[in-house]
């Protein structure tokens, strides 16, 4: 029995679904055709997600990589139009799924821009920014490093950032309540407080941590078939970088040190004290190396934020003053599992009539922001996250608009992969480390 | 709502109607005053402040010393930095941007598009935001175009980047960027009707058929507006 294969008008289409590759040979032996298109995905478990790839290959060689993209689309920005400003940050955080609290700063700046109280935000409430977006970008390296090794055939990377991916998701279900996508950034501040024994916690990360990335970089640095995977494959110099638009650890691995918490900083990271690594390789290799260092550079950072918030900082407010913009209750987790402040209850229920008007009216309703548009950016784990959010004065966004990083780099899997065999392909594309929900959003 | 906010002379009032299904009046309780005001078309006299000075000096020189003519309005808001081109100049004015070396945005952070049904003549603005990593400054040009002639330059010769970006304005807002190499539907499919993102076009806008009713669309279910 043969593979079955239809006439086409580009020629002869082949349906293989796994398990039939004798079969095909069998057909193809005695064929001419040197000219081969590959579908790569919507479905393939190494092109992150949902990513559809037409690889047009003369023998292993890829001549042309065309990327497909939108399988994703869930029509967030537009969804943000019809919901309250507060709403917006449930909805963004849902774009890119694996850095969820840059998503939700990034569109908290823009908002806070355009209500003017960036300078109002607390110091406690930046610094817990700051601290939680450090463990993200840990969290979304650990998984880009570990399905990174997963699509190359090694299990072990994977097993790795998926248990240190985990500590920190735990730490993050302890301080927010949710493991992801947790709505915690508000506009003017953070929903809740630390809760108690959050220091504690993020402590214990830090102590396990840095040995943790150490087994990493053991098990892979001087890998020698980890190597031969990654050495001088996929390589986009600066200028390639530029024309892309491409930032984060792509650029940062063309040796450019741009990175935004140093130049345009944000939250306050001007007073912490990190550096930005580069490499000048611009390979597959060399962002796996600026991953990995970024990821102890945060280390630092959080170590920095934490020693912040167990002193200095300790006992301030984590929402702006303003109190027809702060969300009306500080919530915390009651004897039922839930949200509440029996305090806020009581004073809106009992005490004041005009407390609980204020209340319905700031929760169902929202707060009003002025007319006008903003963009705030943020350095996330895959380069520069952007939020461009036009108000026209009501209680809802006019436009929210996200500049994904993921969705600009995937742009550089042409540039990358064209020329070069199709094997590297896959490290190419995971060296984007492209997380769909953001390209598609 | 503080008037500062709100500089130069503001538009007609649009009344925000439908909070809770109340379909006959702008505000259903009379505390919130749920009559906004639209977005004033400001436009900002020099100086401008901080570097924003510099850089339109600099296009100026570099456009042949006439700013006015390519660029309508200047508008500097919440510390950024706003240039309105012409369409027709957009080109020019970015190719200047890009390599003139007192300027040299050579970063663009991509095209997105707004639209106001309520700016007559010019409905759509492609919004671009560009980042000089020589200098460290952040600018934002915009051009606009009618709904009847959807219409704007493609910049893909000037920034590859706005590849994806123009198709993704094509798809979302109708803005036709001639000269894009192959402007085709990014995010909905091939074969979709209508433009999502603007604001002629329901959220959802599918109804859903379930168990004999029909669920409408979600923006309808309830007059969220």
């Known amino acids: 029995m043969s593979a079955p294969y239809e006439e086409a008008t580009e020629g002869k289409v082949y349906t293989v679904s796994g398990n039939d590759w004798t079969e095909l040979v069998a057909t193809l032996s005695g064929q001419q055709d040197e000219q081969l298109v590959v579908n790569m995905g919507p479905q393939h478990p190494s092109t992150h997600g949902v990513l559809r790839l037409i690889l047009n290959l003369d023998g292993e060689t890829v001549t042309e990589a065309r990327t497909v993209i939108g399988y994703l689309h869930t029509g967030i920005e537009k969804t943000c139009e019809y919901r309250t400003w507060t709403q917006g940050t449930t909805l963004v955080t849902r774009m890119d799924y694996l850095s969820p609290i840059f998503n939700e700063t990034a569109y908290c700046m823009a908002v806070e821009k355009l209500l003017g109280i960036t300078e109002q935000i607390p110091e406690r409430a930046q610094a817990i920014r700051v601290l939680t977006m450090e463990l993200t970008r840990i969290s979304s390296h650990m998984v880009a490093i570990g399905t990174f090794g997963m699509e190359l055939g090694a299990t072990t990377p994977f097993l790795f950032g998926s248990r240190e991916r985990e500590m920190v998701l735990d730490v993050m279900e302890y301080i927010t309540g949710l493991r992801m996508n947790m709505a915690y950034v508000r506009p003017g501040g953070v929903s809740v407080d630390l809760p108690a024994g959050a220091v504690d916690k993020v402590g214990e990360l830090l102590k396990v941590m840095p040995k943790r990335i150490k087994d990493m970089r053991k098990l892979l640095d001087a890998n020698p078939v980890y190597l031969a995977r990654t050495k001088d494959v996929a390589y986009l110099d600066l200028t390639g970088c530029m024309a892309l638009g491409i930032t984060g650890p792509m650029l940062r691995a063309a040796g450019l040190p741009w990175d935004l918490r140093k130049s345009q900083p944000y939250c306050g990271y001007e007073t912490y004290d990190f550096d930005v690594p580069t490499e000048k390789t611009g390979d597959v290799y060399g962002r796996y190396l600026v991953r990995v260092a970024e990821m102890e550079e945060s280390l630092k950072i959080v170590e920095q934020a934490l020693d912040r918030l167990a002193g200095p900082l300790k006992g301030g407010r984590v929402m702006v003053d303003d109190k027809k913009i702060g969300w009306p209750a500080q919530l915390a987790l009651g004897p039922d599992g839930l949200g509440n402040s029996p305090d806020h209850i009581a004073h809106i229920m009992g005490g004041s009539m005009e407390a609980l008007i204020h209340h319905f009216k700031l929760v169902t309703e929202g707060f009003r922001v002025p007319a006008g548009q903003a963009y705030a950016s943020v350095e996330g784990p895959r380069g520069e996250l952007g939020a461009h959010v036009v108000s026209d004065g009501g209680t809802k966004p006019y436009r929210v608009h996200f500049r994904d990083p993921s969705f600009t780099n995937l742009q550089a899997v042409p540039a990358t992969c064209e020329g070069g065999m199709v094997a590297d392909v896959i490290s190419a594309v995971a060296s984007i480390d492209p997380v769909m929900g953001g390209v598609d959003r | ?225």
């Open chain 2, 1 to 225: 709502m503080s008037t500062d906010n709100l500089p130069g002379v503001p538009e007609e009032p649009i009344a925000r109607l439908g909070m809770f299904g109340a379909q006959d009046s702008g505000d259903t309780s009379g505390y919130g005053g749920l009559v906004v005001r639209r977005a004033p078309r400001l436009s900002t006299p020099r100086p401008y402040g901080g570097y924003f000075d510099t850089v339109a000096d600099e296009l100026e020189r570099a456009l042949g010393g006439d700013l006015a003519d390519a660029v309508e309005r200047v508008v500097v808001d919440r510390g950024e930095l706003t240039f309105h081109v012409k369409r027709e100049r957009l080109l020019e004015v970015l190719r200047h941007l890009r390599d003139d070396p007192a300027l040299r945005f050579e970063l663009s952070l991509g095209v997105s598009g707004v639209h106001y049904p309520h700016l007559e003549g010019e409905e759509l603005h492609a919004v671009y935001h560009l980042c000089s990593i020589t200098h460290n400054r952040r600018l934002r040009v915009e051009a606009a175009c009618p709904d009847t002639d959807r219409h704007i330059p493609s910049s893909v010769s000037i920034y590859p980047t706005h590849d994806w970006h123009e198709r993704e304005t094509w798809d979302f807002f109708g803005i036709v960027f001639d000269g894009h190499p192959a402007l085709t539907r990014i995010m909905m499919p091939d074969d979709w009707d209508g433009h999502p993102q603007r604001k002629d076009y329901p959220l959802g806008g599918i109804p859903v058929d379930y168990r004999g009713a029909e669920i409408p669309p979600p923006d309808q279910r309830r007059s969220y507006k």
